[in-house]
């Protein structure tokens, strides 16, 4: 009998026998395809600044509406704002993702938050991508340059406008046509949301290994 539960289970949304299915299914994914060229990616939504998703609510008008309006309207109605996220990742994902990092296969969740927004996790197979395996990597100077290389291409840390000053209004909260697509539209992004907004010597200094502080190293954009 419990095993006739756990079985019917699987196919109960939500469920952690169904989760657990889904588990199987993504490990075998992943030892059928290789691990090699494998990208993980998460996006979650800013639901609360997005203007095209709050003019689709009932209670939208034409004036701007408060922060404490678009919380309420987040929460009244909150099937509208998980189908504007959904068509807004799967647009991204399939005009730019698919292209910009040559993926052949796939595999992402949907999941939410205790508060009700929404957020994906997932991963994409590359194709033609290097196969990373140190033993070899550290006796070919020339094949660890080409995995530096492709590494670089994908993983960076660099803020242009590190002195900048962080912009009042949330980048979010910008139309379409209000868009550059430009590097300031990215620093503006970066300082706003990847910033700490209290620094202070616990948090953002480093450490080297004799347990000294680096003063002139702050991790405060991060």
């Not at 939500?14 to 889904?22: I, T, V």
């Not at 990742?89 to 399939?94: Q, R, T, V």
Request: hydrophobic residues 35%; glycine residues 4%; contains cysteine.
């Amino acid at each position: 009998m419990a095993n006739r539960i756990m079985r019917f289970g699987e196919g109960l949304r939500g469920s952690c026998q169904f989760w657990y299915a889904r588990f199987n299914e993504l490990n075998d994914m992943i030892k059928q395809i290789g691990p090699d060229g494998l990208i993980f990616f998460t996006f979650s939504a800013a639901d609360l600044h997005w203007p095209e998703l709050h003019q689709l609510m009932p209670s939208n008008s034409n004036r701007e509406t408060s922060a404490k309006r678009h919380h309420q309207n987040i929460v009244d109605n909150s099937h509208i704002a998980d189908w504007f996220f959904h068509k807004r990742f799967e647009i991204f994902f399939n005009d730019v993702l698919k292209k910009q990092w040559d993926l052949e296969d796939w595999w992402f969740r949907f999941k939410w938050q205790h508060h009700g927004s929404v957020h994906v996790h997932g991963i994409g197979k590359r194709k033609n991508a290097p196969t990373i395996e140190w033993k070899h990597m550290k006796e070919d100077e020339n094949k660890m340059n080409e995995i530096i290389q492709y590494l670089d291409s994908l993983v960076t840390t660099i803020n242009p406008g590190l002195d900048m000053p962080v912009p009042e209004r949330h980048p979010c909260q910008k139309k379409s046509n209000e868009l550059n697509d430009d590097q300031q539209d990215y620093i503006d992004l970066i300082n706003k949301l990847q910033r700490h907004t209290r620094c202070s010597p616990a948090y953002c200094l480093c450490i080297n290994r004799e347990g000294q502080q680096h003063q002139e190293i702050c991790l405060g954009v991060i």
